[in-house]
């Protein structure tokens, strides 16, 4: 691992001191670090910069164009709770639709930033044009309306509409916006009036945007496709293929065309012969749960897909929400039977899911904030549901039955399992690891700060406590506790506080809660989800 840590919360080398291990420990990387936390809307800015606006993360971003290197323009923790789109006036004021708290926000040359509009759900597209801002919401009956920046009652232009999108106005008057869930781009004219469908038969569009000449260009979440359409005829060109989950796309006055990845956080330049030359490389949003399977794969659940990761092979994106069956806003995991993992989203559901044939089935539903997940001896489904502060076991084969273990741990997130059965449960709000079982609740490791993931190997418990940045090993015969690492790349950084996520109702349920996954490999090996840096760690024993 090297000293210096860089901090993708800030983009900047963290105060953090470096990770340090117990004597005979080692550490090295699996997977290289993010650097953005997602990648929704991005525009070209008055100073050339690229902007990125990172819903899943309480960010925005810029980006160099020249060097490559991504500053931060409004750090975690500011009042835009999840920013999805970006538009600026010719004052460099910056507009952005906060999609998870209902507003649209503005934040002015000077850093200030105040609300414009609010009571708009799932506020998404924003376009500016000859200083008219206007923005619509992404969900079953989403409008579209002008917004002003003195705050004023926004003017709808048209409303009952299905999941429109990121938005722009064409060289005929006429506002273009796609329609997400019926993969169609519809229009209405800039001054109101009937909406008329301009192109149908699409692959999930997300965003629209014009070129000089007024060509019209959309992203395609489901095949990855940047497509060019002459406003005229309808008639559509292939520009470039790219991975699936792309989101949205600019265009500058010269050409150039850069685009962006809701899944993985990647922005690109798209060059005119459709090659993609990397401006920030693919990342991840989280990771979170995590679990390693007998065979020797690393399964890392990053919010939106599924990753999987083998020695000496690159990480790999095994599952995402663009497949078709994916279950969900994955957050939990735990290997299964017949090459399947159960996983619990925050949409709250439990399912078992197959990484390769994408095969589905649901186990339970309508949890609250369900996080962590492992299966006992007896074939028990058991997980941590955060939101009611209770342990959980589903029967084998039974969905839907079950039982409840506890139901009064204060904040619950990592579960392990230990040789005998004994449930295990990291209760964040307490600070604190018990031992959980039909008597009770037994203290087993106290005085933490926030542990999030668990781990067992032998008679050892292993915690992750974010609020301190530490890997505490706590002999379960002996019941003493040694520090394995200090300075883990893991929860937010000191002084960081970062705004709850608290979804996108219809859309991806929240809250979006972060949890840093702990996993034992049967070497001893432990597998560490380093949310911090947006990567994965193996810290290995005196033994290996």
Known sequence: ????????????????????????????????????????????????????AEAFGNRISAIDLSTRSVSTICEVGNPIVAPDDIAFDTRGIMYVPDVMSARVCARMPNGEIHVVASGTPCANGITVYQDRVFMDECRPAGRLAEIFPDGSAPKILAENLPAPNALAVGPDGYLYFPLVTESEIWRVPVGGGSVQRFVGNLDVPTAVKFNAKGELYSVQARTGELLKFDVTTGSRTIVSRMRPGLDNLDLTPDGRIFVSHYIDGGVEEILPDGTE???????????????????????????????????????????????GHFPGWVRGITEADNGFVIVTTA????????????????????????????????????????????????????????????????????????????????????????????????????????????????????ALDVGTRQLIACD???????????????????????????????????????????????????????NGSGMAIAIEPPAI
């Open 1 to 52: 691992m090297t000293t210096i840590q860089i901090d993708r919360f800030t983009n900047r080398p963290t105060t953090v001191p470096p990770l340090a291990l117990a004597p005979g420990w080692q550490a090295r990387p699996l997977t290289p670090p993010s650097t953005l936390l997602g990648a929704a809307g991005v525009r070209v800015g008055p100073d050339g910069r690229l902007y990125v």
């Open 277 to 323: 030359v990397p401006l920030v490389a693919p990342g991840m949003l989280g990771p979170y749960g995590l679990a390693i399977t007998a065979s020797g794969t690393l399964y890392l659940c990053d919010g939106l897909s599924l990753i999987a990761v083998n020695r000496d092979v690159p990480a790999r994106r095994v599952g995402h929400r663009m497949d």
């Open 347 to 462: 949409e709250g559901a439990l399912a078992r899911y197959h990484p390769e044939s994408h095969e589905t089935e649901l186990l339970d539903s309508g949890l609250q904030e369900a996080m962590d997940v492992a299966i006992t001896a007896d074939g028990e489904v058991m997980f941590t549901e955060t939101g009611t502060g209770s342990l959980v076991a589903l029967a084998p084969g039974k969905p839907g039955k079950k039982r409840v273990v506890s139901s009064s741990l204060a904040r619950p997130m990592g579960l392990a399992l230990g040789r005998d059965g004994t449930a295990y449960v990291a209760e964040a709000k307490a600070g604190r690891v018990v031992a959980v079982d039909s008597s009770g609740i037994t203290p087993i490791v106290e005085d933490l700060a926030e542990p999030h993931g668990l781990a067992i190997y032998g008679d050892t418990l292993f």
């Open 476 to 530: 379960l015969l002996a019941r003493t506790t040694t520090v394995i690492a200090t300075g883990l790349p893991i929860g937010s950084p000191p002084g960081t506080v970062a705004q709850i996520l608290p979804g996108i109702p219809q859309r991806i349920p929240g809250p979006l809660s972060a949890f840093a996954g702990l996993a034992a490999g049967p070497d001893g090996t432990l597998y560490v989800s380093a």
